[in-house]
């Protein structure tokens, strides 16, 4: 059987002034970074937003995310994203993370729970993790309890919780993955939810769940046709105004393209192609390149 692959091509981004801006947004980044392992909280709050934005950035003229470099940035948000994490969840510290691909080793304090260390900071960071490949980061991720998350003092619709509990409970074989996932899905209807808006919601906040829904019923058809559907909307929400569209963080769609690694790991056919999905992450072809 011939196999029928799906395009979403990205929307137009301007990359003119793409090179001035990734050595800006490097500096930046790696002033954060240098200052992670100091004892007050200056950059840590910036520093999984910057690394992350630094990542998509990357894939603005790299879109299949075939250079070293893009990978590289996408480790490093990554790293970032667990290390908050490590830190905040650690009896004491110091707490020894890596971040970086020459082996630079920060050793942060632990922190206790933080404003930074919220749930929707948890989920980009178990994203990363997937779309890396990173084991021993998603166990450490899935062993953070929703109730330290809650100590954030951060404000989100109870639909996040239920998702986060969803993944934590797939990870470790639980049983309530379902009651989990219906509670989650539940959550993301516009009526019910109360902080976010309908447009996020519908475009940005649900399609991952219906994507793992399609994921664990084991049904690579209906997920193929969801994942159209999840950068189809994706490409609608950041073509919403003029500010979405020329935002780095519109590059990379990390949900769909996080649950798209998960499916392609448990071999089911990823029939859609987009540069929303870079191809080299999706296929984990860098993966092992270094000791992350």
């Given amino acids: 059987m011939v196999q029928v692959v799906t395009s979403v091509p990205r929307h137009d981004y301007p990359t003119d002034n793409a090179a001035e801006g990734l050595s800006v947004l490097n500096e930046t980044a790696n002033w954060i970074l240098g200052e992670l392992d100091e004892p007050d909280d200056i950059g840590r709050g910036q520093a999984l937003s910057t690394s992350l934005a630094l990542a998509q950035t990357h894939c603005a003229v790299d879109p299949y995310a075939s250079k070293f470099e893009t990978w590289e940035a996408w480790v490093t948000a990554m790293q970032v994203g667990s290390a908050l994490f490590d830190s905040a969840t650690a009896a004491e510290g110091p707490v020894v993370c890596r971040i970086g691909s020459h082996g630079a080793v920060k050793n942060l304090p632990a922190t206790g729970p933080t404003s930074y260390t919220h749930a929707g900071a948890w989920l980009t960071s178990f994203y990363l993790a997937v779309v890396c490949r990173d084991n021993a980061r998603l166990e450490r991720l899935a062993q953070v309890p929703v109730a330290f998350l809650r100590e954030s003092g951060a404000v989100f619709d109870e639909y996040i919780y239920s998702w986060v509990e969803t993944l934590q409970s797939l990870f470790f074989g639980r049983q309530d993955v379902g009651e ?15 902080v976010a808006d309908k447009e996020t919601l519908l475009k940005i906040l649900y399609p991952p769940i219906n994507l793992f829904y399609r994921f664990v019923k084991r049904d690579s058809m209906e997920f193929n046709e969801a994942l159209v559907e999840a950068l189809t909307w994706h490409k609608q929400y950041w073509t919403g105004d003029e500010a979405r569209s020329v935002s780095s963080d519109g590059l990379v769609a990390l949900g769909p393209l996080a649950l798209a690694c998960m499916a392609y790991d448990n071999d089911f056919p990823i029939e859609v192609e987009s540069e929303y999905l870079p191809k080299a992450l999706l296929q984990r072809n860098w993966v092992g390149e270094y000791a992350t």
Avoid at 180 to 194: C, I, M, R, Y
């Fill in 180 to 194: 989990k996932l219906e509670s989650a899905f539940h959550g993301t209807d516009p009526e019910v939810a109360q």
